[in-house]
């Protein structure tokens, strides 16, 4: 595993919100943002709290997870108006149980977002599926897509790493979510379930971000934040504060986590970083 950098070597913790997910509802907890005037309300609280980027999911008319343009660009207009672009807006690609991957990539493209997450496993869960997928992940490199790849076990990022060495996935500035705990009892995720993706990882540089399940979120966040990563936190993986007791809103788990970053001298990112970074990259 590679050693963590030395605090003044870290970079400005990215720190992303993910405020609904695909299927937690108002039953979950009343203050689930659905409708693209309750994500612009909780942009705005979140990137006072310290959030950088919002990670966006859309909904239909009865609430069920949706991956349809216009939905997504009602959503994005009612974000920039809240926020400018004091806030990167990362939409999902994510299937929900409803959608295959021709359908995931189409709407991507019909978009044209300034970020997206993708999973590999839902894109290119097989050799099977490399020709039809790589001339999407080809094209959110030509456009200068902030492309976010999902990971949800180490073994992913190890094929991974052999698609882009054979040339399947370009060599493009991809950020990497490693879920920790997707598949656990119960959904609980812990610190330790981290250490295999670094493992793999080694000294290989990389921009990657944790999120996680359960009571632990925060404790599987601030490991991350110590050693160099980046953090995704929100109710779409979580509802509680550290002591057990239901936050108040997103806003509230954000601002505990850059809490946690600011105690171990991590400085805050913002959006302007992410693009300055991109553009980096990219050139």
């Known amino acids: 595993m590679a050693a963590a950098p030395a605090p003044s070597a870290w970079p400005p913790l990215m720190l992303a919100v993910a405020p609904n997910g695909a299927f937690k509802t108002r039953a979950d907890h009343p203050a689930v943002p659905l409708t693209p005037q309750d994500l612009a309300e909780t942009a705005g609280t979140c990137l006072e709290a310290g959030a950088s980027m919002i990670h966006v999911h859309v909904r239909d008319a009865q609430g069920r997870h949706l991956l349809d343009a216009d939905a997504y660009r009602a959503a994005m207009d009612a974000i920039r108006r809240k926020v400018g672009g004091e806030l990167v807006v990362q939409i999902t690609s994510e299937a929900g149980k409803r959608y295959r991957a021709p359908e995931q990539m189409a709407v991507v493209r019909a978009v044209h977002p300034e970020a997206v997450s993708v999973a590999l496993r839902e894109l290119m869960p097989d050799a099977a599926s490399e020709q039809g997928a790589a001339p999407f992940f080809e094209w959110l490199r030509r456009e200068g897509i902030m492309t976010q790849v999902i990971l949800y076990?180490?073994?992913e990022l190890s094929r991974y790493r052999e698609l882009r060495r054979r040339g399947v996935l370009p060599q493009a500035p991809h950020q990497l979510l490693f879920v920790l705990g997707r598949y656990s009892q119960d959904q609980q995720s812990a610190p330790r379930d981290l250490l295999p993706f670094l493992e793999i990882l080694g000294d290989e540089p990389a921009h990657w971000s944790v999120c996680a399940f359960g009571q632990r979120e925060a404790a599987c966040l601030t490991t991350a934040?110590?050693?160099?990563?980046?953090?995704?936190?929100?109710?779409?993986?979580?509802?509680?504060?550290?002591?057990?007791?239901?936050?108040?809103?997103?806003?509230?788990?954000?601002?505990?986590?850059a809490g946690q970053a600011r105690s171990l001298a991590r400085p805050l990112a913002r959006a302007s970083d992410l693009r300055a970074w991109q553009g980096q990259c990219m050139s």
């Open 225 to 257: 934040i110590a050693l160099g990563g980046h953090a995704r936190t929100g109710f779409e993986n979580n509802l509680r504060l550290p002591d057990g007791q239901l936050a108040n809103d997103n806003a509230e788990l954000v601002r505990f986590i």
């Open 153 to 155: 076990a180490p073994e």
